[in-house]
């Protein structure tokens, strides 16, 4: 059964950091590439960061480029994704997605704030 979970959203002032993290199970890991999206209030869920099966090629979306790092552990099966310099824009649910095959699995969310 694939399983992900999403942590270590929360409450953070403008310019903080915040460690997100994706930890899988139920599929090979290490053979799936892995992205992170998120959504906020009233706007589509977009797609934030891909990384690849190796974590050898990663791409970000322009909005959060130079500020927001994907990575992952592919020995402990998770995925992370590392928010630094935050904006109240950044404020979103954030889900991580893999693809086994041809189904799409998705994490319930975390929660992440930025406000003052």
């Known amino acids: 059964q694939v399983q992900l979970g999403e942590f270590g959203g929360g409450l953070v002032q403008p310019g903080g950091s915040l460690r997100l993290s994706c930890a899988a199970s139920?599929?090979?890991?290490?053979?799936?590439?892995m992205r992170w999206f998120r959504q906020a209030p009233g706007k589509e869920r977009e797609l934030v960061a891909f990384?690849?099966?190796?974590?050898?090629?990663?791409v970000h979306a322009g909005s959060v480029k130079r500020r927001f790092t994907i990575s992952r552990d592919n020995a402990k099966n998770t995925a992370y994704l590392q928010l630094n310099s935050l904006k109240p824009e950044d404020t979103a649910v954030y889900y991580c997605?893999?693809?086994?095959?041809?189904?799409?699995?998705w994490g319930q969310g975390t929660q992440v704030i930025v406000s003052s």
């Open positions: 139920g599929f090979p890991f290490k053979n799936v590439n």
């Open positions: 997605k893999a693809t086994v095959g041809q189904l799409s699995y």
């Open positions: 990384i690849s099966s190796s974590g050898g090629r990663t």
